[in-house]
Each structure stands twice: as structure tokens, then as C-alpha cells.
């Protein structure tokens, strides 16, 4: 049985929703950053066989989830604790014409049944998880044997010349380059290093994880083994 896992802290800053998730939806929706989010999707599902489960926890605005959802051939669900998220990824989703289940839920206490994923994929927002070793737990849980789930994010290591290359990437304005580049200064404070994560995951019944780093960003790879008798 799990031990109980105490809050992780974080600086009580504004939450995302209302015109902050509105704003955030606007500077994350560039055409550079459509283009970067279809990529992705392409890159994440090509391996998978047609009407696989794919879950995206913390979604945001939904480009991700909408550019896996495109080519129609897979089943993707959508979970995001902020109800202005929820709303805004389900108008993306029917305005881009594609099947997306967006619900709104805690990732650390999904509303899905075990074994229920084929991919879980969950995008810059691990580092603000207040329970990050109950989701792991929930992750593993819903993620069906054999599957993987992959978390993309920033990393603690980041430089200061990591984040202006990337901010420098997204084609923004003035202003919204200036927010955004604090603000990726202010979350690196909250971004786990590879070893952090090495060790969270070493807790989690995942246990053993392959982690990437590129530019501002890791990737976490975890794979669901099967049972040993």
C-alpha cells in the first residue's frame, strides 16, 4: 500500500484559469508552435497500431492532443485540473473538426479505470504537480501493460542562454517574449534535474526510466512491465 505523500510546495502565483489560461492559450497557439505541436503528435503516436489509447494529462489549450487526434485513426482523451482549459481544448477541438475527450480531473487522482492507455502523454506540466509521486502512481495505473507514458519538460539544468534561444523560437512580440521569458526563469525554479526525476521514478511502481535532455526540456520514457509471478 502507498504511504501517503506529503504536498509538494509551490509559490501560490495565479492559477490558470480565466483570462490567465485564456492569455496562455494565445501566446502558446503561434503558427510556429502549431507547427512544432503537429511534429510532435506525428513523433509520439507514429508506432502506435490504429484505435490505440492515448491520454494526455494536463492538456492546456489542447494542441497537442488535437494534432494526435488529426489523422483519426487513434482514441485520445484529455485531462486537465483547470475548468477554463477544459472549455477552451473542447472549442480547439471542434473547431479543428477532431474527436478529443477532454475531461476535467486531477492528475493525481484520475477518473479512468486501470489499464486504459496505450500512451500517456503529459507536456510541460509535471514540475507544477503538488503530488508528483501519486501521479507517477496513476499514470502506471491507467497505462495498460506494455505501454509507455512520456513526460516532456523543462529541466532544472537549464541556462539562461536555453531560454532565450527557446522564447526566440516561438516568433512572439516584445511583450509577450519579455513574459514569457520570465516566466520560464521563475518555473525552472519548480523543473526537476534528471537525477531528481531518476530518483522520483525510482519510488514509483515504475521504478527505471530513460530520460533525454535537449536545449531547455527532458523527456522522461516509462515503460508498464508485466507483473513478475
Given at each position: 500500500?502507498?504511504?501517503?505523500?506529503?504536498?509538494?510546495?509551490?509559490?501560490?502565483?495565479?492559477?490558470?484559469?480565466?483570462?490567465?489560461?485564456?492569455?496562455?492559450?494565445?501566446?502558446?497557439?503561434?503558427?510556429?508552435?502549431?507547427?512544432?505541436?503537429?511534429?510532435?503528435?506525428?513523433?509520439?503516436?507514429?508506432?502506435?497500431?490504429?484505435?490505440?489509447?492515448?491520454?494526455?494529462?494536463?492538456?492546456?489549450?489542447?494542441?497537442?492532443?488535437?494534432?494526435?487526434?488529426?489523422?483519426?485513426?487513434?482514441?485520445?482523451?484529455?485531462?486537465?485540473?483547470s475548468r477554463t482549459f477544459?472549455?477552451?481544448?473542447?472549442?480547439?477541438?471542434?473547431?479543428?473538426?477532431?474527436?478529443?475527450?477532454?475531461r476535467q480531473g486531477d492528475?493525481?487522482?484520475?477518473?479512468?479505470?486501470?489499464?486504459?492507455?496505450?500512451?500517456?502523454?503529459?507536456?510541460?506540466?509535471?514540475?507544477?504537480?503538488?503530488?508528483?509521486?501519486?501521479?507517477?502512481?496513476?499514470?502506471?495505473?491507467?497505462?495498460?501493460?506494455?505501454?509507455?507514458?512520456?513526460?516532456?519538460?523543462?529541466?532544472?539544468?537549464?541556462?539562461?542562454?536555453?531560454?532565450?534561444?527557446?522564447?526566440?523560437?516561438?516568433?512572439?512580440?516584445?511583450?509577450?517574449?519579455?513574459?514569457?521569458?520570465?516566466?520560464?526563469?521563475?518555473?525552472?525554479?519548480?523543473?526537476?534535474?534528471?537525477?531528481?526525476?531518476?530518483?522520483?521514478?525510482?519510488?514509483?511502481?515504475?521504478?527505471?526510466?530513460?530520460?533525454?535532455?535537449?536545449?531547455?526540456?527532458?523527456?522522461?520514457?516509462?515503460?508498464?512491465?508485466?507483473?513478475?509471478?
Open positions: 500500500m502507498q504511504a501517503m505523500e506529503t504536498r509538494r510546495w509551490r509559490f501560490k502565483g495565479p492559477e490558470m484559469e480565466g483570462p490567465i489560461a485564456r492569455w496562455y492559450a494565445r501566446v502558446r497557439g503561434s503558427q510556429s508552435q502549431l507547427e512544432a505541436y503537429r511534429k510532435q503528435g506525428s513523433q509520439l503516436t507514429s508506432s502506435l497500431p490504429d484505435g490505440a489509447a492515448v491520454l494526455e494529462v494536463a492538456p492546456g489549450p489542447g494542441y497537442l492532443a488535437i494534432e494526435m487526434a488529426r489523422p483519426g485513426r487513434l482514441q485520445i482523451t484529455a485531462l486537465d485540473i477544459v472549455q477552451i481544448a473542447r472549442e480547439n477541438a471542434r473547431h479543428a473538426g477532431v474527436n478529443v475527450d477532454v492528475a493525481a487522482g484520475m477518473p479512468f479505470a486501470a489499464e486504459s492507455f496505450d500512451l500517456i502523454v503529459c507536456q510541460a506540466a509535471f514540475k507544477n504537480f503538488t503530488l508528483p509521486r501519486t501521479a507517477l502512481a496513476e499514470m502506471h495505473r491507467v497505462l495498460r501493460t506494455g505501454g509507455t507514458a512520456i513526460v516532456q519538460d523543462m529541466s532544472r539544468d537549464a541556462t539562461h542562454a536555453d531560454i532565450e534561444a527557446e522564447v526566440a523560437a516561438m516568433n512572439l512580440g516584445w511583450l509577450s517574449s519579455f513574459t514569457t521569458r520570465a516566466t520560464l526563469e521563475r518555473l525552472r525554479n519548480r523543473a526537476y534535474s534528471p537525477l531528481q526525476l531518476e530518483l522520483l521514478v525510482a519510488e514509483s511502481p515504475f521504478q527505471t526510466c530513460e530520460i533525454t535532455t535537449s536545449g531547455i526540456g527532458l523527456e522522461v520514457r516509462l515503460k508498464k512491465s508485466a507483473i513478475p509471478n
